[in-house]
């Protein structure tokens, strides 16, 4: 059974930083690009990130700039390093695995999701 588990959200003010990872089970994804999606209340899900299995990476716009993915393949894990946060970078962080077409900035391109994990930013 195949799991993403994300962690790293809280509570921070603007300009902080913070740290999600996402940590894959189940199988192994060194060789698929992982994405970041994220979704604020009332809003759809949107791309934010992703990295492919040779390390290159793409940003919305964003979040280009402040932003940063990488991957650990031996770990099965993902990362977003998050940087200069802003109150608009609130919203519920997804970790997403298992693509199926190359459309990677696509929500619906994801076979497998984490349960996601809460991002707030105060001013």
């Known amino acids: 059974q195949v799991q993403l588990v994300e962690s790293g959200g809280g509570l921070v003010q603007a300009g902080e930083s913070l740290r999600l990872s996402c940590a894959a089970s189940?199988?192994?994804?060194?060789?698929?690009?992982m994405a970041w999606f994220r979704q604020a209340p009332g809003k759809e899900r949107v791309f934010v990130s992703t990295?492919?299995?040779?390390?290159?990476?793409y940003y919305a716009d964003s979040v280009k700039g402040r932003f940063t993915i990488s991957r650990d393949n031996a770990k099965n894990t993902v990362y977003l390093q998050m940087n200069s946060l802003k109150p608009e970078d609130t919203a519920v962080y997804y970790c997403?695995?298992?693509?199926?077409?190359?459309?990677?900035?696509?929500?619906?391109?994801?076979?497998?999701w984490g349960q996601g994990t809460q991002v707030t930013v105060s001013t």
């Open positions: 997403a695995a298992g693509s199926t077409t190359l459309i990677l900035t696509m929500a619906t391109t994801y076979s497998y």
């Open positions: 189940g199988r192994s994804f060194s060789r698929d690009a």
């Open positions: 990295i492919w299995s040779v390390g290159s990476t």
